[in-house]
C-alpha cells in the first residue's frame, strides 16, 4: 500500500528549529520529486519547498534561508529542517509525491498522494 507518513511536529518557541520526516511505503521514493506544503487556519495550503529524484531543491521565498529539505533515499524518507521558525510558520505541515521526477512550482495536481500532516505550532 503506497503510503506517506509525516512526523516531527510539535509546539517550539519563536527562534527554534525543527525537523520534519516524511517516509515513504510502498513505491521507492528516489524515483519522484516530493515537496513540503503547509495550510495555516484560515487560509489555503501553500507549497513550502520541493526537492527534485536528483537531490535539486527549492523553496518558497519566506522560507529561504531557514529551511532546508533533504532526502535519505537508503530510508525512503524526506526530510524538512526548520530552523528560525517565527509565528507565522504555524500550519498543518504536508508531504507530497509528485508525479514526475522533477520540481516544477506547487501546483497540487501534479502531486497523486499525500500524507495526513503533522502540526507544526511556533509560540511563544
Known amino acids: 500500500q503506497l503510503q506517506l507518513v509525516e512526523s516531527g511536529g510539535g509546539l517550539v518557541q519563536p527562534g527554534g528549529s525543527l525537523r520534519l520526516s516524511c517516509a515513504a511505503s510502498?513505491?521507492?521514493?528516489?524515483?519522484?520529486?516530493i515537496g513540503w506544503f503547509r495550510q495555516a487556519p484560515g487560509k489555503e495550503r501553500e507549497g513550502v519547498s520541493c526537492?527534485?529524484?536528483?537531490?535539486?531543491?527549492n523553496y518558497r521565498d519566506s522560507v529561504k534561508g531557514r529551511f532546508t529539505i533533504s532526502r535519505d533515499n537508503a530510508k525512503n524518507t524526506v526530510y524538512l529542517q526548520m530552523n528560525s521558525l517565527k509565528p507565522e510558520d504555524t500550519a498543518i505541515y504536508f508531504c507530497?509525491?509528485?508525479?514526475?521526477?522533477?520540481?516544477?512550482?506547487?501546483?497540487?495536481?501534479?502531486?497523486?498522494?499525500w500524507g495526513q500532516g503533522t502540526q507544526v505550532t511556533v509560540s511563544s
Open positions: 507530497a509525491r509528485r508525479r514526475y521526477p522533477y520540481c516544477s512550482g506547487y501546483v497540487e495536481a501534479s502531486y497523486d498522494y
Open positions: 510502498g513505491f521507492t521514493l528516489e524515483n519522484y520529486a
Open positions: 526537492i527534485t529524484s536528483r537531490g535539486s531543491t
